[in-house]
């Protein structure tokens, strides 16, 4: 059983920039795809960025150059640099793991969520 707990959320004004963080109980060696998805109220859980065992990453077109998708693996943490944000990127934030090979774009990949992190951006 994969835990994962994310930090880094809060409120912004729209241009400004936030880093959130998902420590992962394991090392994440062992895990194939971590995952960082959104959910805006009233809309579906959309993924947002993605990056592999081997360092392959994946972006959705809204966020593609301003959130940059990295991971620390002595400290087991993935990361998500969120830069230029823009109200519309107001959202709960989820970090995802998957423990085996995939698209890392279908959500039911992913067995394992953090409880999300929650990102405001407004003047």
């Known amino acids: 059983q994969v835990q994962l707990a994310e930090s880094g959320g809060g409120l912004v004004q729209p241009g400004g920039s936030l880093r959130l963080s998902c420590a992962t109980s394991?090392?994440?060696?062992?895990?194939?795809?971590m995952g960082w998805y959104r959910q805006a109220p009233g809309k579906q859980r959309e993924m947002v960025a993605t990056i592999s065992k081997g360092g392959t990453t994946m972006y959705a077109d809204s966020v593609k150059g301003r959130f940059p998708i990295s991971r620390d693996n002595a400290k087991n943490t993935v990361y998500l640099q969120m830069n230029s944000l823009k109200p519309e990127d107001t959202a709960v934030y989820y970090c995802?793991?998957?423990?085996?090979?995939?698209?890392?774009?279908?959500?039911?990949?992913?067995?394992?969520w953090g409880q999300g992190t929650q990102v405001s951006v407004s003047s």
């Open positions: 394991e090392s994440i060696f062992n895990i194939y795809i």
């Open positions: 995802a793991a998957a423990p085996r090979v995939g698209d890392p774009s279908i959500r039911s990949l992913y067995d394992y």
